[in-house]
């Protein structure tokens, strides 16, 4: 089910990585034609744009863990007490490095709608936090009560946990574009002239002549 849940989301991301690893190399191969200026985008593009989506893979990783965890707490270890506090641990464990990496990510975020989406992207993970954390509370009790029919918990996923991380998938999608525009803009600028673009040269065919176009 963890496959499952991570798939698309580890897929996108490890393509944005690719994306970077390759921009990286593009840099490399034309440092003859534009030393300094490919060093320094270069640079950036290693220290920001990778280390802004690191940042997002840890968070994305850590709420869908999380989420599953959240499941498996009510619906398999139900009635195990030891299990369900191991788990419980693991989701505070997987919480607390998404706080962290959110912190990491905060400074990385560029331009007053990425920063709107960020900000909007916390706020859906600090709700599904408390959700998540709430709901696994009640999951105990009902085990320490002996509770057979669990409807306290497993409403409060189904009406509270379930909509709001499903909220929060769509908003990291949001989050996820601005970073990969971010990356993309900052490889644009690190290829200098004569790479192809607008303000590169080329040149011109035979025959024509280089103050006018050619037909």
């Known amino acids: 089910m963890k496959t499952f849940l991570n798939l698309r989301l580890s897929a996108r991301l490890g393509a944005a990585f690719g994306f970077l690893v390759l921009a990286l190399v593009i840099s490399a191969a034309v440092a003859l034609s534009g030393l300094g200026k490919v060093e320094d985008s270069a640079k950036r593009l290693s220290d920001h744009d990778v280390a802004a989506l690191g940042h997002l893979v840890t968070v994305s990783e850590d709420f869908l863990a999380s989420g599953y965890r959240v499941v498996r707490h009510l619906y398999v270890e139900d009635g195990d007490l030891r299990a369900q506090d ?22 990385q975020i560029q331009g007053r709608e990425a920063e709107a989406t960020f900000a909007k992207f916390e706020q859906g993970l600090e709700r599904f936090q408390a959700a998540a954390d709430n709901t696994i509370r009640l999951s105990r009790q009902e085990t320490v009560d002996g509770v057979e029919e669990r409807d306290g918990s497993r409403t409060a996923y189904v009406e509270k946990v379930s909509p709001v991380l499903e909220n929060l998938d769509v908003v990291h999608d949001e989050l996820e ?32 002549a280089a103050s006018s176009p050619c037909p």
């Open 86 to 107: 191991k788990t419980a641990k693991e989701i505070a464990e997987f919480e607390k490095e998404a706080r962290t990496a959110l912190d990491g990510l905060r400074p």
């Open 177 to 208: 574009g601005f970073v990969s525009e971010q990356a993309a803009a900052n490889v644009q600028g690190a290829q200098p002239h004569g790479m192809g673009g607008r303000g590169s040269y080329t040149r011109s065919p035979a025959g024509c």
